[in-house]
Structures are given as structure tokens and as C-alpha cells.
């Protein structure tokens, strides 16, 4: 089982980038796919939650507006749009794997993590 996530990089404020998540050794259409973040010295944060066909999705309070998240379950890929990115979406992003309580850390499985950097 691999989630190998890709797009991160350093952005302006203002700026947009897009994280894709690549999910490879099982069948993605059975779980939940989300998106948390985490900065030195602080918890994993929810970021973003998608359900198993797209039907739903649902995003924390800082990134409302701003990031969405989309799914391709034929390509195995999980995305995370974010747009008006601001100096504070700086942290590794991590895609994540589960079932119902996704949002609430319940994970079967992690990807390694991908760094963003919002500065000028």
C-alpha cells in the first residue's frame, strides 16, 4: 500500500498549488480520502475530506473557500486544490486513507508527507 503525494513546493502568498495524491495497492473507491497537515511542534491538523465517490466533501474552517478537494478513483488520484494561499498554509501535507471518521485522525493509511512554504 502506497500514497505517494506530489505539487508541493514554495508559493507567493496569493499563490495557488495543487497536491496530488497518488494511491497505489488497494482499491482507493473503498476509503474516505483526506488531507491533513502538520507544522513543527504543533498536531496533525484536518485539512480536507472527500467520500468514497466524490459525493460529499468537507473542509476545515481556515482552508474554507480556498482549497478543494476532488478525487479521480479510475487514476488512483486524490487532489488538493489550494488557491489564496497565505504564509500560515505553511506545513507538510499529508494524504490520508479511511473510513468514516477520517476527519477525526481515524487513518488506515499515510502518505510521507509533501512540503508547501507560503512566503514572499
Known amino acids: 500500500v502506497q500514497l505517494v503525494e506530489s505539487g508541493g513546493g514554495l508559493v507567493q502568498p496569493g499563490g495557488s498549488l495543487r497536491l496530488s495524491c497518488a494511491a497505489s495497492?488497494?482499491?482507493?473507491?473503498?476509503?474516505?480520502m483526506g488531507w491533513f497537515r502538520q507544522v513543527p511542534g504543533k498536531e496533525r491538523e484536518f485539512v480536507a475530506v472527500?467520500?468514497?465517490?466524490?459525493?460529499?466533501?468537507n473542509l476545515a474552517d481556515p482552508v474554507k473557500g480556498r482549497f478543494t478537494i476532488a478525487r479521480d478513483n479510475a487514476r488512483k488520484t486524490v487532489y488538493l486544490q489550494m488557491n489564496s494561499l497565505k504564509p500560515e498554509d505553511t506545513a507538510t501535507y499529508y494524504c490520508?486513507?479511511?473510513?468514516?471518521?477520517?476527519?477525526?485522525?481515524?487513518?488506515?493509511?499515510w502518505g510521507q508527507g509533501i512540503q508547501v512554504n507560503v512566503s514572499s
Open positions: 472527500i467520500s468514497w465517490y466524490g459525493s460529499s466533501t
Open positions: 495497492g488497494f482499491t482507493l473507491g473503498y476509503y474516505a
Open positions: 490520508a486513507a479511511g473510513g468514516s471518521k477520517l476527519r477525526n485522525g481515524v487513518v488506515d493509511y
